[in-house]
């Protein structure tokens, strides 16, 4: 019944990701660090908020997983030994592997239709790390590299 779900939420999400992207007195309160604290415009995850504002209004639930998904760079939920790591990578904000780095904001002139033969600087190697192999710490930059 997820169609139900999604034909209850669609349109109030609409309503109040503009109501969102209209209060310029809440812009610096949204956590959105793309926006410098709401001096930049509307926040750029107005939608996000939209969506859950609409599923409160809607009574929509959902089932919050820490195992699903993870900011590369970030210490994983998960600390037995052996357990799966989150399935998804999402590369939304600055990750740092010591000296490594990297953001997608910093490609936002990339033509990916175009590709010119290297696209990003190559991270180190998992040799050169440092950590002990088998800590959370060094399966932490491993994933982010």
Avoid at 20 to 44: E, L
Avoid at 57 to 67: C, D, Q
Wanted: with cysteine; charged share 25%.
């Amino acid at each position: 019944h997820h169609i139900d779900d999604l034909r209850a939420v669609a349109p109030l999400w609409l309503s109040y990701t503009e109501k969102v992207r209209m209060d310029p007195g809440n812009w610096g309160n949204t956590g959105d660090i793309f926006n410098q604290n709401g001096k930049g415009g509307p926040p750029w995850i107005s939608e996000m908020y939209g969506y859950v504002f609409a599923c409160a209004h809607a009574g929509v639930e959902h089932i919050v997983s820490s195992n699903f998904m993870l900011y590369p760079g970030y210490m994983p939920p998960n600390e037995e030994p052996g357990k799966p790591w989150p399935l998804v990578l999402h590369y939304g904000i600055t990750y740092n592997v010591n000296d490594y780095a990297f953001d997608k904001h910093w490609h936002r002139m990339l033509d990916a239709t175009t590709c010119p033969g290297k696209l990003f600087e190559k991270p180190m190697l998992k040799s050169d790390l440092g950590e002990r192999e088998g800590t959370r710490e060094r399966r932490r930059k491993e994933v982010a590299l």
